[in-house]
């Protein structure tokens, strides 16, 4: 009896179409990933290291060596399973859907329309696609988008403060990505204090996707704390910061930073507590902070429905899920988050 070969994984066919290409998980936040790292996850090997929303978030870019400016951008979402492995079905469903549309057997090249109508494909929203395409420039050694020297000449000082409506997210994007350049480095940091709030929030959240210089994060952590000190502070400027923030090397201080937020009023609000559930889940490993996220998340805005919905994100990471139900079983807890969790896991949780 013949047996029908195995299904390809999608590093095979990525590798046999002779393209360069590069990955990058675009789940949380944007990050290059290793094909070695996605083909141990696609042969179920390993789970995948950043699931958000039960989902493996994938950008793919592919291009030819030879003309490094005509490139191919896939942006793939595939489902999980409870212990954050691939789903399997979904993975050979995509890999058989590509194989039927993409592989354009004249040219021997991967074409763009291979996602048309494809139940996996996503668009990324507009901050993400910023950074993407400025990643996607540096792989494959493409100058930055037109819009990168007035940044420039912006965080340089060379333009007054209230010209930043003429900065442009692509142009931001470019920045946020150069900052192994000392000179853009020193520059941002030095802009941060009095930059305008908007710009501020703008800059900000495209931090999160790289690992901000000392200078930068030291700028930005003194502006939030600023920004803390006051009750009228917009609560989606104190995510964004937070956000800024949540790549920083330093576990300890971005700890800290998590903590003046969750022990000030804004944590009460559902941008604030869905940015540090969502993009600080290192932070939330110490004991001392995830029990003040989980007091405000019980006592917040977003009421129950907003407490269940961000725990059952959490919880999908193993190591948190571990932590948040010791934290659910402390005596000293709450009457407030006692009946948070009576409402989401029923009344007799953590009676016994």
């Given at each position: 009896?013949?047996?029908?070969?195995?299904q390809p994984?999608?590093i095979?066919?990525?590798?046999?179409?002779?393209?360069?290409?590069?990955?990058?998980?675009?789940?949380?936040?944007?990050?290059?990933?290793?094909a070695?790292?996605?083909?141990?996850?696609?042969?179920?090997?390993?789970?995948y290291?950043?699931?958000?929303?039960?989902?493996?978030?994938?950008?793919?870019l592919?291009?030819n060596?030879k003309l490094?400016?005509?490139?191919t951008?896939?942006?793939?979402?595939?489902?999980?399973?409870e212990?954050?492995?691939?789903?399997?079905?979904?993975?050979?469903?995509?890999?058989?859907?590509?194989?039927?549309n993409?592989?354009?057997?004249?040219?021997g090249?991967?074409?763009?329309?291979?996602?048309?109508?494809?139940?996996?494909?996503?668009?990324?929203?507009?901050?993400?696609m910023?950074?993407?395409?400025?990643?996607?420039?540096q792989?494959?050694?493409?100058r930055?988008s037109?819009?990168?020297e007035?940044?420039?000449?912006?965080?340089?000082?060379?333009?007054?403060?209230?010209?930043?409506?003429?900065?442009?997210?692509?142009?931001?994007?470019?920045?946020?990505?150069?900052?192994?350049d000392?000179?853009?480095?020193?520059?941002?940091a030095k802009?941060?204090?009095?930059v305008?709030?908007?710009?501020?929030?703008?800059?900000?959240?495209?931090?999160?996707?790289?690992?901000?210089?000392?200078?930068?994060?030291?700028?930005?952590?003194?502006r939030?704390?600023?920004?803390?000190a006051?009750?009228?502070?917009?609560?989606?400027?104190v995510?964004?910061?937070?956000?800024?923030?949540?790549?920083?090397?330093d576990?300890?201080?971005?700890q800290?930073?998590?903590?003046?937020?969750?022990?000030?009023t804004h944590?009460?609000?559902?941008?604030?507590?869905?940015?540090?559930?969502?993009?600080?889940?290192?932070?939330?490993?110490?004991?001392?902070?995830?029990?003040t996220?989980?007091?405000?998340?019980?006592?917040?805005?977003?009421?129950?429905?907003?407490?269940?919905?961000?725990l059952?994100?959490?919880?999908?990471?193993?190591?948190?899920?571990?932590?948040?139900?010791?934290a659910?079983?402390?005596?000293?807890?709450?009457?407030?988050?006692?009946?948070?969790?009576?409402?989401?896991?029923?009344?007799?949780?953590?009676?016994?």
């Amino acid at each position: 009896m013949s047996t029908s070969p195995p299904q390809p994984t999608l590093i095979q066919v990525l590798r046999e179409a002779g393209a360069a290409f590069r990955l990058f998980d675009m789940g949380r936040r944007v990050g290059k990933l290793s094909a070695d790292a996605f083909e141990r996850i696609e042969q179920a090997r390993t789970p995948y290291p950043l699931p958000f929303l039960h989902h493996a978030w994938l950008g793919v870019l592919i291009w030819n060596p030879k003309l490094r400016e005509q490139n191919t951008i896939w942006f793939l979402k595939l489902p999980l399973d409870e212990q954050g492995y691939l789903v399997q079905a979904a993975r050979d469903d995509l890999v058989h859907r590509l194989l039927q549309n993409a592989v354009n057997a004249q040219q021997g090249g991967l074409e763009e329309d291979a996602l048309k109508d494809n139940p996996f494909a996503f668009k990324p929203d507009q901050e993400k696609m910023a950074i993407f395409h400025a990643l996607a420039a540096q792989a494959t050694g493409a100058r930055p988008s037109g819009y990168f020297e007035t940044v420039q000449e912006y965080v340089n000082g060379e333009l007054p403060l209230e010209r930043w409506t003429d900065l442009a997210l692509q142009g931001l994007a470019d920045l946020v990505v150069r900052l192994d350049d000392k000179r853009n480095a020193s520059a941002l940091a030095k802009r941060i204090p009095e930059v305008p709030l908007p710009a501020l929030a703008s800059i900000a959240t495209l931090l999160e996707h790289t690992t901000p210089p000392l200078a930068v994060r030291n700028a930005l952590a003194a502006r939030l704390d600023r920004l803390l000190a006051t009750t009228d502070t917009d609560p989606l400027l104190v995510a964004a910061l937070i956000r800024g923030l949540s790549n920083i090397e330093d576990e300890s201080f971005k700890q800290q930073q998590v903590l003046n937020v969750l022990q000030s009023t804004h944590a009460l609000e559902p941008e604030v507590i869905v940015a540090i559930a969502s993009r600080c889940h290192l932070a939330l490993q110490d004991p001392e902070v995830l029990r003040t996220f989980l007091e405000q998340l019980a006592a917040g805005k977003a009421g129950q429905a907003g407490f269940s919905r961000v725990l059952a994100d959490l919880m999908f990471m193993p190591a948190l899920r571990a932590l948040i139900m010791q934290a659910f079983r402390n005596p000293a807890r709450s009457e407030l988050l006692s009946k948070a969790i009576g409402e989401m896991f029923g009344q007799s949780f953590g009676t016994h």
